[in-house]
């Protein structure tokens, strides 16, 4: 069993740049991957960044991709979202979520078995 918890949401004007915390215990040796998604009021789950955290390795949505930067802490157990520039559109309810089934990351939320209760952004114009 894997536990997520999010952190570092919050409000800021389009342009502006907030850094989410996702924090990960309980059965952590399980996790391969881990990733953000975000869904805003009205539309469907997006995946936005991924990293496979044995090597690494990064995936984006084409809509960040530029922008946000996933990263992570080992030693923390904790990976990042770093978001700069936002706009208005990034607006979302952002989850934090970790697999293991699988030998790539990918931003199909369905190959992900543990979520976090998500934190708000809020970007407005």
């Known amino acids: 069993q894997v536990q997520l918890v999010e952190s570092g949401g919050g409000s800021v004007q389009a342009g502006g740049s907030l850094r989410l915390s996702c924090a990960a215990s309980?059965?952590?040796?399980?996790?391969?991957?881990m990733g953000w998604f975000r869904q805003a009021p009205g539309k469907e789950r997006e995946g936005v960044a991924c990293?496979?955290?044995?090597?690494?390795?990064?995936y984006y949505a084409d809509s960040v991709k530029g922008r946000f930067t996933i990263s992570q802490d080992n030693a923390k157990k904790t990976v990042y979202l770093q978001m700069l520039t936002l706009k208005p559109e990034d607006t979302a309810m952002y989850y934090c979520?970790?697999?293991?089934?699988?030998?790539?990351?990918?931003?199909?939320?369905?190959?992900?078995?543990?979520w976090g209760q998500g934190t708000q952004v809020t970007v407005s114009s």
């Open positions: 979520a970790a697999g293991r089934d699988w030998v790539s990351c990918s931003l199909n939320g369905g190959r992900f078995g543990s």
């Open positions: 309980g059965y952590i040796a399980s996790i391969k991957y």
């Open positions: 990293i496979y955290t044995g090597l690494g390795t990064t």
